[in-house]
C-alpha cells in the first residue's frame, strides 16, 4: 500500500498581521484567504508545490486581493460563500451550510458563521484514521478573540462563535491574523484570576519571542482562554456586568458588551 504524505499547514505571512495558510499534500498545495498572490508564489516557487484550488471564507481585501493574479496563472477552483458572490467576483464554486469540499485528502464541512460579514463561513474537517480535525475560520474565531462586527449582530456573532465552540476539542483552530498578544491582554482584563489564560500569555510571548506563529489555537484551549467563548462564566459575566454598569441579562448581552469594550481596548505598552 503506497504511504500517503502527511497535511502539512503552512503559515505564508503578509501584509502586517496576516497568515495566508497554505495546505500542502505531496507537491500539491491549496491557499486559504490569499490577500496577496505574491507571497503565495514565492511559497510555491521555493517548495515545488503545484496550486490546486483556492479557498476563500469571506470578501474583505486582506483576503482575496490575490485571488485575481493567482487564478491568472493557475487554473484552479476558487471556492467561497454563496452570499458573497457579487463581492468575490473570482468565485467558480458557490458554498452554502452544509456543502462539502473534497480537497487533498481532506473532507471540509461548510460551516455559515456570519457577524464579522454577513457571508462568512468556515471549512472544518473532521478527524479521519490518519489525522486530526482541522477548523479553517477566517476572520470570526481568533486565538482568544474574535472578529470585529462589520455587517453582523452580536446574536448573529455569537451564535457563530458557539457552534464553532461545540466542535471537538481537539480542532486545530487555524485564524487568519496574528493578534494573539492583543487579544491576551484584553482576555486578561476580562478574567485576570485565569490560570490557564496567564500560562498561555507565557507561552505565547517565548513563541513571538522567536519570530514563530502563535497558531493553530485549540478548540479545547480557547474554551480556557478566550472570554468570547466564556460568556456565561461568571467571572466573564461579572467583568461585563462591571463594564455594563448593570447585570448583563443574558451571554448575548454579555458577549455585546464584551465586543464593544475590546473595539475601544488599547493593550498596555508592553503587550
Known amino acids: 500500500m503506497p504511504t500517503i504524505a502527511p497535511l502539512e499547514l503552512i503559515p505564508v505571512p503578509a501584509f502586517a498581521d496576516n497568515y495566508l495558510w497554505t495546505l500542502v499534500r505531496g507537491i500539491d498545495a491549496v491557499v486559504v484567504d490569499p490577500g496577496d498572490a505574491v507571497p503565495v508564489e514565492k511559497a510555491l516557487a521555493d517548495r515545488g508545490l503545484r496550486l490546486v484550488a483556492i479557498l476563500v471564507t469571506h470578501h474583505h481585501p486582506d483576503h482575496i486581493g490575490g485571488v485575481k493574479a493567482l487564478r491568472s496563472r493557475h487554473d484552479v477552483p476558487v471556492y467561497g460563500p454563496k452570499r458573497e458572490a457579487t463581492t468575490i467576483k473570482e468565485l467558480s464554486v458557490e458554498l452554502v451550510e452544509g456543502d462539502h469540499v473534497e480537497l487533498i485528502g481532506r473532507r471540509f464541512e461548510v460551516i455559515e458563521v456570519p457577524g464579522h460579514t454577513l457571508g462568512h463561513i ?36 455569537h451564535d457563530s462563535l458557539s457552534r464553532l465552540a461545540a466542535l471537538p476539542p481537539a480542532t486545530q483552530v487555524y485564524c487568519t491574523h496574528e493578534y494573539t498578544m492583543s487579544n491576551l491582554a484584553f482576555a486578561q482584563a476580562v478574567e485576570p484570576g485565569n490560570q490557564a489564560l496567564q500560562d498561555h500569555v507565557a507561552r505565547v510571548r517565548q ?59 488599547r493593550p498596555p505598552a508592553s503587550v
Not at 231 to 250: I, K, L, M, Q, Y
Request: overall charge negative.
Open 207 to 265: 513563541l513571538r519571542g522567536q519570530d514563530r506563529p502563535s497558531l493553530p489555537s485549540s478548540i479545547e484551549l480557547e474554551l480556557r482562554i478566550n472570554p468570547f467563548l466564556r460568556t456565561d462564566h461568571p467571572s466573564v459575566r461579572a467583568a461585563a456586568t462591571a463594564r455594563a454598569g448593570h447585570e448583563t441579562a443574558d451571554p448575548i448581552e454579555t458577549f455585546a458588551t464584551l465586543r464593544a469594550w475590546k473595539d475601544v481596548f
Open 122 to 157: 468556515a471549512y472544518f474537517a473532521a478527524a479521519n484514521d490518519l489525522e486530526g480535525p482541522i477548523l479553517l475560520c477566517g476572520d470570526t474565531l481568533f486565538s482568544a478573540g474574535c472578529g470585529r462586527l462589520f455587517e453582523g449582530t452580536p446574536a448573529q456573532m
